[in-house]
């Protein structure tokens, strides 16, 4: 089975990120009007890690092209702990920043908790990512929450697909903070009733045939074979691995396909964690690249405004 020979529906998440983004330039406008500035994002980026420059470049991108402002600070990679902290203090105490990203991974030479520490001292208004202690409680809590934004950008994908999440089996793989554990809360607010597993958990590909929605965060190139899927069920596949061995690109896409003649051109193309295969047996299916991808970014300019919003009518208030 080819990826090209695919009857899956296709879930386009480029598609409904455009639809995110235009819903939101009214938003952008109307706050520019109220508060006399455009909602502003502070980001962080510490060191040279040549991802990290390019997903910085795209979110800065991203915001402005919809009218936000940015405020880009880069520290080297030798910075301190105390170097980073400071700008977060700066972010949290500045009237002009809606929200506050400080882009992952920091350098490891900060030490193992470092991450953590600074992601605790973030603003938990400003905290567009999702990750202070404070927003994941108010998640589970199913308070309002400034929540993660690739699992908040799934659910949209999931409604604007109008694909049912109310009483369905849905099944997710993978239990990191960003992914697993935040998208395993919005279906159970959902009212679906949701498996969460991991690598430990056994029997896995049976686990997931089960699912009427299968959401696969695992990290590993096409993981998730036929047996994993119960035919006609809805896959979210989160992963993004880049290969760059042709063995491995021929293995996965066969000899024809479009992935392949992409990979001889460029000499690397993006897996998911869901191998092609289930494009056959799957009844909807989320592209790698083109799915989950720009609705992450998507939910971030989401986050901003409406951080910026609540900011504004707090403000308002007081
Ligand atoms: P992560 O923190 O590395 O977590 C991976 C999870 O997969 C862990 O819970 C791990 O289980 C589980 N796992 C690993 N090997 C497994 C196996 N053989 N069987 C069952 N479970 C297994 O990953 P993540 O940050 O959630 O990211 C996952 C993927 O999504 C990556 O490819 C990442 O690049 C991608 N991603 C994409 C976006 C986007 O916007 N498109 C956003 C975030 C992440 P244990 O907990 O037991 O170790």
Known sequence: MKLDDAT????????????????LRPRVETFCRAAGRAPMLGLLLVGADPGSQIYVRNKIK?????????????????ASFDDVLDIVRSFNASAAHDGILVQSPLPVGLGAEAEQKIFDAIDPDKDVDGFHPVNVGRLVQKRPALTPCTPL????????????ISGKRAVVIGRSDIVGKPIAMLLLHRNATVTVCHSKTVALARVAS???????????????????VKPGATVIDVGTNPLTDRD????????GTMKMAAFEKRGTVLSGDVH??????????TPVPGGVGPLTIA????????????RLSSDRRT
């Open 210 to 228: 089960t699912a009427d929605i299968l959401v696969v965060a695992v990290g590993v190139p096409a993981f998730v074979t036929r047996a994993f």
């Open 276 to 285: 092609p295969e289930v494009g056959s047996v799957a009844g909807a299916l």
């Open 8 to 23: 899956a529906r296709v879930l386009s998440g480029t598609k409904v990120a455009t639809e995110i983004r235009e819903g």
């Open 299 to 310: 939910m971030l300019l989401s986050n901003t405004v409406r951080a910026a919003e609540d």
């Open 248 to 255: 491995r690109v021929e293995m996965i896409f066969g000899e």
């Open 153 to 164: 950008g799934i659910i949209e994908l999931l409604d604007r697909a109008q694909i049912e």
């Open 62 to 78: 991203a915001s402005e092209g919809l009218g936000m402002a940015t405020d880009l600070r880069r520290l080297p990679e030798t």
